[in-house]
């Protein structure tokens, strides 16, 4: 008997994991202690357990590739999905602080796996809370691309120290970003978009992109289309804001 036949959580069409089923608030507060566990540092993260394909045997995990793309808040894994064919030698984690959106994402990617064999092996996805154990995972440097898609705006202004965007966090971000590396946000809250790029725009290591090059990048074009949020935002006719900057070379 099939799982789908057994498991009303997966659809029977597709054998994707259903929706529905995983909901949960569309956002969590990153400054409230959340139990799960969190790797001390960088090389205590065994990626043989979200990269098999990669990393045949644990003992191997030190001399083999490193992940070059966070998604950070990545949600239902849309963004990973569509980065996954495109950059299939790329490893790619998705970052979600909700644990039933995690679980989703999971099991969405397992099930890729099966249904498409050789394909989607390169993107996992934990969950952590990303404002406060980003060293935890990524050394310096090692960083290529980091995507913020539709954070939580976190209107109140009491609360702009929640926001995963801010003048302290670009330090972190900054330092496990390799020197040309891109960080890629986009929101449809304008006040969010302008804090975003002002951070940015304001911040000693990193430059705005020039128009040719956002023109030749086809992550771009993925931001306000390989999401939920972002389909729900062009289904509306809603206006999105992208602040897209380069990780530079310290000053001398």
């Not at 020039?210 to 949020?229: H, N, R």
Request: glycine letters at 6%.
């Amino acid at each position: 008997m099939l799982e789908s036949e057994v498991n009303p959580t997966i659809s029977k069409s597709t054998g994707l994991p259903r929706k529905r089923f995983y909901r949960a608030r569309a956002h969590s507060n990153p400054l409230s202690d959340s139990h799960f566990p969190v790797p001390v540092s960088p090389r205590h993260v065994d990626y043989s357990l979200h990269y098999p394909h990669f990393f045949p045997l644990s003992d191997q995990v030190q001399n083999a590739k490193r992940v070059r793309f966070a998604d950070v808040g990545c949600g239902f894994g849309g963004l990973l999905i569509s980065l996954s064919t495109l950059f299939p030698e790329t490893l790619m984690i998705g970052m979600e602080l909700r644990d039933k959106v995690t679980e989703y994402v999971k099991e969405r990617i397992l099930a890729l796996r099966v249904a498409n064999p050789g394909q989607y092996q390169n993107i996992s996805v934990v969950r952590t809370n990303s404002m406060k154990y980003i060293p935890n995972y990524f050394g310096k440097g090692q960083l290529l691309k980091m995507f913020f898609l539709f954070p939580d705006p976190h209107f109140k202004e009491k609360n702009h120290r929640r926001r995963v965007i801010s003048p302290h966090l670009l330090d972190e971000y900054s330092y496990v970003l390799e020197v040309g590396g891109i960080i890629y946000t986009i929101t449809d809250v304008e006040e969010l978009g302008e804090w975003m790029k002002s951070c940015l725009e304001n911040h000693p290591m990193f430059e705005s992109l020039k128009d040719e090059e956002l023109e030749a990048d086809p992550v771009v074009k993925l931001l306000s289309t390989a999401t939920e949020e972002g389909q729900k935002v062009a289904r509306n006719g809603g206006q999105t804001f992208q602040a897209i900057y380069r990780r530079i070379a310290p000053p001398l």
